[in-house]
């Protein structure tokens, strides 16, 4: 059973990774993904030029995550404050920007993207409110430099939204934009 799971998380990455890509790729330039060395998830060439990619996902709570992930999690019950979202978002950057795993990556290709991607079965505006709070006050603690920016997937209203979160002097200056 554990190379089945496998497989459907590789597949679930790659929907992601193809998705945001795509996004990515403004111009109509076309991409191609050309490894999954992991880390990073991906290494991919757009527009010519080689870099790569990390995903990761956020939940409301771990039990969420859980519930979400395990065939064998039966219940899970909404719970928390309205700004947990926000919070595991920004923790799970500085997680991120603090690695030193990415560092072989980042000198033979230069600085990756980030998706944060959230998997939040009930994330909404208000959510999205408390996000867009803490982006003005987000500092990294231990920013190593392997990532050139970051970015906040999310659906609402029915609408998946890229939405920048890092660099924070640009993150706080752009918007989102939709897919």
């Known amino acids: 059973m554990l190379p089945e799971k496998k497989s459907i998380e590789a597949d679930f990455e790659l929907t992601i990774a193809r998705r945001f890509l795509t996004w990515l790729a403004i111009n109509g330039e076309s991409y191609l993904i ?15 030029k080689d870099s790569w990619l990390e995903l990761t996902d956020i ?7 859980r519930f979400l992930n395990r065939p064998e999690e039966k219940r899970f019950s909404f719970f ?9 978002l920004f923790n799970k950057l500085n997680e991120k920007l603090s690695k ?4 072989d990556v980042f000198e033979k290709l230069g600085p990756g993207l980030l998706l944060l991607t959230c998997q939040d ?8 409110a408390r996000i867009e709070e803490g982006l003005y006050s987000f500092c990294p603690f231990d920013d190593r ?24 002097d640009e993150a706080v200056g752009s ?3 939709s897919n």
């Open 175 to 177: 918007s989102a934009r």
């Open 145 to 168: 430099g392997f990532f050139k920016s970051a970015y906040f997937e999310y659906k609402i209203d029915d609408q998946r939204v890229y939405r920048l979160v890092y660099p924070r």
């Open 59 to 65: 939940y409301l709570n771990n039990e969420q995550a």
């Open 100 to 103: 030193p795993s990415y560092r």
């Open 34 to 48: 050309k490894d999954r060395p992991n880390p990073p998830d991906f290494v991919f060439s757009l527009g010519g």
């Open 121 to 128: 079965i009930a994330f909404d505006s208000v959510n999205l």
């Open 80 to 88: 928390g404050s309205p700004d947990e979202p926000a919070l595991r």
